[in-house]
């Protein structure tokens, strides 16, 4: 029997909440600390499913690192660019964080290396990534000739030099090339064919290799990328982790829908994650929204009107505001979400299925939404597709006056294991 979750109606969302920590740069800095010289403490490192993937193929191989989970910190002993064994298997599950850059670090070993994932895994592409990384020197290939996972590699380090990659499908192509490359025999240019999408996280890629002592020459455009090679990453000694600006995206949308107000704490005007301007959207729809360096509070008006916009640049969190839109006047249409295909499930296709559940008017296109909310919500089962966001997301529809349950709710655990426990800490119910 399907495990499930009934969310009462929500009257409002209020309070304070810290984050937990991001995702996207627990993963990039545990990468990071593996490489470089020295040793580096890791704190406030998010304790979820990926993570853990990531802290596991470390043991495998070989990394030495001592873990304090209950306190979420972790120090690791950088390896300063040698992969300590010849060959090794790594299990990653639907991490996409962890297969994609360790694939592009474990060029730099000597030996063979496999790195397979859950069947979701298998569908999900990473040739773009196996051919930007043979153009370099590296011998990499798709197992099955998917051009997906499970992945060989063939290491006998990086060469170098320039390589064409497209930028169309994810960044996390560009960030994992990005991060191998100081370890490369000679400087390493990289120039994006196409398009790029998701640049903010580009940007916290390069911004994170800073502090680990390497510059990224970055033009205009973000087309062309040059890093100066061998060099080593030195370790900053202590790295804390800012608090995960997609999971802030749930409790600052939920005030904004409710008339509540919300602060986060563990992200704001200095934080390194594109989605923290999410609340810009939220106040583009109607709420009010207060900023500090390291909290964001949304004081919600329970007034929002639909919006037209381009979420490229946070396609997470254009989940939260495609069902934030059901509780908008008006149509809102969610823009350049192409990638939403190929992340943990197929986003686009769900998020709609789940949204006319819900009574929603929905026209899916290649890379769009346009939603036009019901009169009344109905009460609904929403299927999470084995997808964290999904869970995450569609809580917000119990924000009415009928209840709303949630199938398989622990999918949360690959990023927010304690979700819905907060979420009642903040919640106020129409019971």
Request: aromatic letters at 6%.
């Amino acid at each position: 029997m399907t495990e499930q979750l009934r969310l009462d109606p929500i009257r409002r969302i209020s309070g304070s909440i810290t984050l937990p920590g991001s995702k996207s740069l627990s993963n990039r800095v545990l990468l990071l600390a593996m490489l470089s010289e020295g040793e580096t403490l890791i704190e406030n490192l998010l304790d979820s499913d990926d993570v853990r993937r990531m802290v596991d193929a470390l043991a495998k191989l070989k990394i030495s690192y001592e873990e304090d989970r209950p306190n979420k910190k972790i120090r690791v002993r950088g390896v300063v660019g040698r992969i300590p064994v010849v060959e090794a298997k790594l299990f990653l599950g639907n991490a996409g964080t962890a297969i994609r850059p360790l694939t592009a670090a474990l060029t730099l070993g000597h030996g063979r290396f496999v790195l397979d994932g859950i069947e979701r895994m298998r569908e999900r592409p990473i040739q773009d990534l196996l051919d930007g990384l043979n153009q370099l020197g590296a011998h990499v290939r798709s197992i099955h000739n998917t051009g997906c996972p499970p992945v060989e590699i063939i290491a006998d380090g990086l060469l170098g030099g320039v390589t064409e990659l497209s930028g169309a499908i994810s960044s996390q192509y560009l960030s994992a090339i990005l991060l191998t490359s100081p370890y490369a025999k000679t400087p390493v240019e990289i120039r994006i064919r196409d398009h790029l999408v998701s640049i903010p996280y580009v940007e916290m890629t390069i911004r994170l290799m800073s502090r680990f002592g390497v510059n990224v020459v970055v033009s205009e455009d973000f087309r062309n990328f040059y890093i100066n090679a061998p060099q080593n990453y030195q370790s900053p000694e202590t790295y804390f982790v800012e608090g995960d600006a997609s999971s802030a995206s749930y409790f600052l949308a939920g005030a904004a829908i409710t008339g509540g107000s919300v602060t986060v704490v563990g992200c704001g005007t200095e934080s390194l994650q594109g989605d923290a301007q999410f609340a810009k959207v939220l106040e583009m729809m109607g709420a009010e929204v207060g900023w500090q360096a390291n909290k964001i509070t949304v004081q919600g008006s329970g007034n929002l009107k639909g919006i037209d916009m381009d979420m490229n640049e946070m396609p997470d969190a254009a989940m939260t505001l495609a069902v934030t839109a059901l509780f908008a006047k008006g149509t809102t249409a969610i823009r350049n979400i192409y990638n939403w295909r190929l992340k943990e499930t197929e986003r686009l296709k769900a998020v709609s299925c789940e949204l006319k559940k819900l009574g929603a008017s929905v026209d899916e296109g290649e890379d769009y939404l346009i939603i036009v909310p019901p009169r009344e919500l109905m009460p609904a089962e929403i299927s999470t597709y084995d997808d964290h966001r999904m869970a995450m997301a569609f809580s917000l529809a119990a924000c009415s006056e009928v209840p709303i349950t949630i199938l398989n709710p622990t999918c949360v655990n690959k990023t927010f294991p304690d979700y819905f426990n907060q979420l009642s800490k903040l919640t106020i119910s129409n019971k």
